[in-house]
């Protein structure tokens, strides 16, 4: 689960993480009383929505007076950003986040991630701040420090400071800077972090350490344990239909193709997906239906699949493991028999009672074309499309 900026600085603060003042206004008028709260000098607007490179889109601008910092929310308020994350479609910024002005002397990189690989945490860090790490890493990968976490004795104090010296920090930077990546490393894992990302993280003229952006990324599979962290969910950030596939425990992610996928199975989505590629078509989403692929669960992912205007036509990959097949045809057929379709199907079903499952496709009298093999399947919805 993804969060809004100022959302982020808020938790972070509670764990010792330093930040800069700052508070969210939804109109210009709460902009410019917020600016005069911080003193009336320089503040920074900062539109909140859940993408990056917000600055390079003119969602970043500094106000010199209360005044000013009204006048710009005014203009970000409402307007459509687009950023290499949002797409070219942008999204529409309801509030700002005013922040007091800092000195700064320097701006690096700091983030943590869990290394699959290695099933540790991970601390990434970097000279190179306000750039993509992705940049970094593809350009001057030497440039990257890393620091693994041991799960059973957490960040030790002289990892912190190997950190921090290789930064090129020095006197009370390495203190501050050890203060700080302890408190991240608290607030990663007793919020149940998947990502903590502080780009740019800044060095004050001062000698302060600070997160001047913040992202955070929730594991959705422990949000029961943090009922104040899943209230801060921003539906209206969120894709629309894969919030209505929330809603049936379906797991849906939109994508750019014209071919909608009803698979059960994360592995079984990717492998189809990348059969469709394969056979000449692309993909309009990835929609796990899961182990039950009831009548009822099919019928709410076709219409989740058919809500979407770009798909020209459906395939159904199920495999029998747990689940039989015919039960999962009766599904598809009962759910086609009370909706609308009106897009070529195939289906293509593997495992238990498979062969009842195709006799019982073939025998109904909903227009459903059967795939004999995965290839077989992937074949005939590409020619579909085309058609």
Do not use: W
Request: aromatic content about 6%.
């Amino acid at each position: 689960m993804n969060i809004h900026e100022f959302q982020a600085k808020e938790i972070l603060k509670k764990f010792g993480v330093e930040v800069p003042e700052g508070y969210v206004a939804n109109t210009p008028d709460e902009a410019e009383k917020i600016a005069e709260k911080l003193g009336g000098g320089t503040v920074v607007v900062k539109a909140q929505i859940h993408a990056g490179g917000r600055g390079k889109g003119g969602g970043v601008k500094l106000a010199k007076s209360a005044t000013e910092a009204r006048e710009i929310a005014s203009q970000i308020i409402g307007m459509n950003l687009v950023t290499h994350q949002t797409g070219p479609e942008g999204k529409k910024v309801t509030k700002v986040l005013i922040e007091e002005g800092v000195d700064i002397a320097r701006e690096l990189y700091l983030g943590i991630v869990l290394d699959r690989a290695k099933s540790r945490l991970v601390f990434m860090a970097s000279t190179e701040g306000g750039v993509e790490i992705e940049k970094v890493a593809a350009s001057t990968p030497e440039k990257i420090i890393k620091e693994y976490i041991d799960p059973a004795i957490g960040l030790q104090g002289f990892q912190a400071r190997k950190i921090a010296f290789g930064l090129g920090l020095e006197g009370d930077q390495v203190k501050n800077a050890v203060k700080f990546l302890a408190a991240l490393y608290r607030a990663f894992v007793q919020t149940d972090c998947s990502l903590a990302e502080i780009n740019p993280l800044i060095v004050t003229k001062q000698g302060g350490v600070m997160a001047l952006d913040a992202k955070i990324n929730f594991d959705d599979n422990a949000l029961y344990r943090h009922k104040e962290i899943a209230e801060l969910r921003d539906l209206h950030e969120e894709e629309p239909l894969e919030v209505e596939a929330g809603k049936y425990n379906l797991n849906y992610i939109k994508l750019d193709g014209e071919v909608g996928c009803m698979v059960n199975g994360a592995g079984l989505a990717m492998a189809t997906m990348d059969m469709i590629h394969i056979s000449g078509s692309e993909p309009a989403n990835f929609l796990d239906v899961g182990g039950g692929a009831s009548a009822e669960t099919v019928k709410n992912g076709f219409k989740i699949i058919l809500s979407d205007k770009n798909v020209k036509a459906i395939l159904i990959n199920i495999f029998g493991g747990i689940v039989r097949c015919d039960r999962v045809a009766k599904g598809v057929i009962e759910a086609a028999s009370t909706i609308d379709i009106g897009v070529p199907v195939v289906v293509r079903l593997e495992g238990t009672n498979a062969k009842e499952a195709a006799i019982l496709l073939e025998e109904s009298d909903v227009a459903f074309e059967v795939g004999r093999s995965f290839q077989d399947a992937a074949e005939k919805i590409a020619k579909a499309v085309l058609n």
